[in-house]
């Protein structure tokens, strides 16, 4: 007789839960992905005690039909890709279908759903069992995820104060409104706002809401392509500056990302003009095939690999320089002298 059995389904989401979902911050990402997948134009965000009593996120996006609600919460279960090529094109925020199977199974789940802008239904899911009732909704969806960690005691001692938990639900969600400027973002923490965004497009309108109006009026614009990226955004003037790297935005097709080499290579392109140890603010939007970019690298994508990434390190630091040496903040040397 041998010893190795198959894990029995809730605990198998428990232990991916343990990569997807290592924070109240991360269950608003995974949220909010799927709530701009369904071609959301109005997103709300509400959290209590830093998203560990409850979050809420609602949106007006395409809905989930009645039959499907179940499914969403099956692992591996998308409706986002379906093939291998689909796999290597993605143009979606989420394609691994297992965040809703991961956060439902750390914590309390009501869905409430309407994909014919006329019946809603609703769908609870707590301890693996699973309640579907008709409801009252709006277009779109409503999912309050409650009591997380309840069922994880160990990561529940892991996650830090309600400050920086909040901090980090904060910064999610100011990377959100970069990343999506015609989305309409509403972000409330034990109902005090945190942010709110239009939804007009305009990328300097939401930096002047995180950041203040003192920065946004200081911001150079950025736009060129190559072939294969087409990079628009926004920088700071470097008399704006920082102490960490955390003012720095990049979206690759809308998803926010951390590189380290495209990073560098806007520090490059600042060159003598931050002093050391200091970082400027800037959000970048990279447009690319979806080819040349693999996002299924980490559960949480935020890492990514770019085939040809020294040439988008070059585009990205000469237009920097030209954006600022338009405005001749680069001191130029008189060669012929
Ligand atoms: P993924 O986003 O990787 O597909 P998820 O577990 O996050 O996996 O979601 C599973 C599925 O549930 C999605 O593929 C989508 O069809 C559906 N879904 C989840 N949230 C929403 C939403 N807010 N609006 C419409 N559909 C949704
Ligand atoms: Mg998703």
Excluded: W
């Amino acid at each position: 007789m041998g010893i190795i059995q198959e894990l029995d389904i809730q605990l198998a989401n428990k232990i991916a839960a343990g990569e997807v979902v290592e924070r109240p911050a991360s269950v608003v990402k995974e949220l909010v992905e799927n709530a701009i997948d369904a071609g959301s134009t109005q997103i709300t965000v509400k959290v209590t005690e830093a998203g560990l009593q409850t979050i809420t996120v609602s949106d007006n996006g395409a809905g989930i039909l009645e039959e499907d609600m179940p499914l969403a919460f099956g692992r591996h279960a998308t409706s986002k890709i379906n093939s291998d090529h689909d796999l290597f094109h993605i143009r979606t925020l989420g394609f691994r279908g297992e965040a809703l199977a991961s956060i439902s199974a750390v914590s309390k789940v009501v869905m409430k759903s309407c994909a014919d802008g006329k019946i809603g239904h609703q769908l609870s899911v707590a301890g693996g069992r699973m309640e579907q009732s008709l409801t009252r909704a709006k277009q779109g969806t409503e999912i309050t995820v409650s009591d997380l960690f309840y069922n994880t005691p160990a990561r529940l001692k892991y996650v830090k104060s309600l400050h920086t938990e909040l901090g980090k639900i904060t910064d999610m969600m100011n990377r959100f409104a970069m990343s999506h400027p015609k989305i309409r973002f509403t972000f409330y923490a034990d109902d005090k706002m945190m942010l709110q965004t239009t939804g007009s497009g305009r990328l300097a309108e939401v930096m002047a809401s995180i950041y203040g109006m003192k920065i946004a009026r200081d911001l150079v614009e950025i736009t060129g392509q190559t072939g294969d990226y087409e990079v628009t955004g926004l920088v700071a003037k470097p008399e704006h500056t920082r102490a960490n790297r955390h003012y720095i935005s990049l979206f690759i097709n809308g998803r926010y990302i951390r590189n380290f080499m495209l990073t560098k290579a806007m520090m490059t392109a600042y060159h003598t003009l931050l002093p050391i140890g200091r970082y400027p603010i800037a959000a970048l939007h990279i447009k690319m095939d979806p080819a040349l970019v693999d996002v299924n690298v980490h559960p949480t994508k935020q890492e990514v690999r770019l085939s040809k990434e020294a040439d988008l390190m070059a585009l990205i630091e000469q237009l920097i320089k030209q954006a600022l040496l338009g405005r001749s903040l680069i001191p130029q040397v008189d060669v012929k002298k």
